[in-house]
């Protein structure tokens, strides 16, 4: 199946820093989303983006699907951005659910 | 926005005892799958579904069955539950065209003991 690698497993900062997680992908896919994690285990869609780059407040996102990886971008880190940052995709033909990779394990510390 | 519900957010349950977890969701979308996420091991597919009464086994169906017998409504079934099976379940749907991506519920903490 298609392999998902996220970099860097671990990541610890200070309020107000700049982040950049990536997600490696093994095959080309039709679907790639961001999730956040929150403390009590909900998944919260950050982006869904296959392709190209979008903007969502602190956060971007940018996929380059030809060379199969995706950037997510956090800008002036706040306390509440701590949590896990997943990356997950699908590949196309059907629904055949999300592979999902190990996550970024982020803490902002104030 | 989607909104999907899973009936439970903590469980406790005991070995042997046949467990349902209810997962509905409000957007009338095609496809919904149950997942599990254990430390070390991140999430993995459990079932899916693509329609009513249809089903497709994930990569870790041993242990469990699912049923949908309407649109909006997804069931994972532990029929004699096991302590392996503690762990964090997590639905989640999807449109057929993918248009806003995957939507999760909240989660259900099972602990069998």
């Known amino acids: 199946g298609i392999q998902v690698e996220q970099s860097p497993p671990d990541l610890i900062l200070q309020e107000g820093a700049n982040s950049t997680l990536r997600c490696n992908f093994s095959?080309?896919?039709?679907?790639l989303q961001w999730f956040h994690q929150n403390p009590w285990g909900q998944l919260i869609n950050l982006f869904y983006?296959?392709?190209g780059t979008k903007q969502n407040g602190r956060l971007s996102a940018t996929t380059v699907a030809t060379e199969r990886y995706s950037l997510l971008y956090i800008s002036s880190s706040q306390t509440t951005d701590s949590g896990v940052y997943f990356c997950?995709?699908?590949?196309?033909?059907?629904?055949?659910?999300?592979?999902f990779g190990k996550g970024t394990h982020l803490i902002i510390q104030p | 926005d989607v909104k999907v519900t899973q009936s439970s957010r903590y469980l406790v349950k005991r070995t042997g005892e046949k467990v349902f977890l209810e997962c509905v969701q409000d957007m009338d979308h095609e496809n919904m799958f149950w997942y599990r996420q254990d430390p070390g091991l991140g999430l993995r597919l459990i079932y899916f579904?693509?329609?009513?009464?249809?089903?497709e086994k994930g990569d870790i169906p041993e242990g469990y069955s699912v049923s949908r017998e309407k649109k909006e409504r997804f069931s994972l079934i532990l029929e004699s539950a096991s302590t392996n099976q503690t762990s964090m379940y997590l639905c989640?749907?999807?449109?057929?065209?993918?248009?806003?991506?995957?939507?999760f519920g909240s989660g259900t903490r099972l602990t069998v003991v």
């Open positions: 983006i296959p392709s």
């Open positions: 095959d080309s896919v039709n679907n």
């Open positions: 579904s693509y329609d009513v009464k249809m089903k």
């Open positions: 997950a995709v699908e590949r196309g033909g059907g629904a055949d659910g999300l592979t």
């Open positions: 989640a749907t999807v449109s057929g065209d993918r248009y806003y991506g995957y939507t």
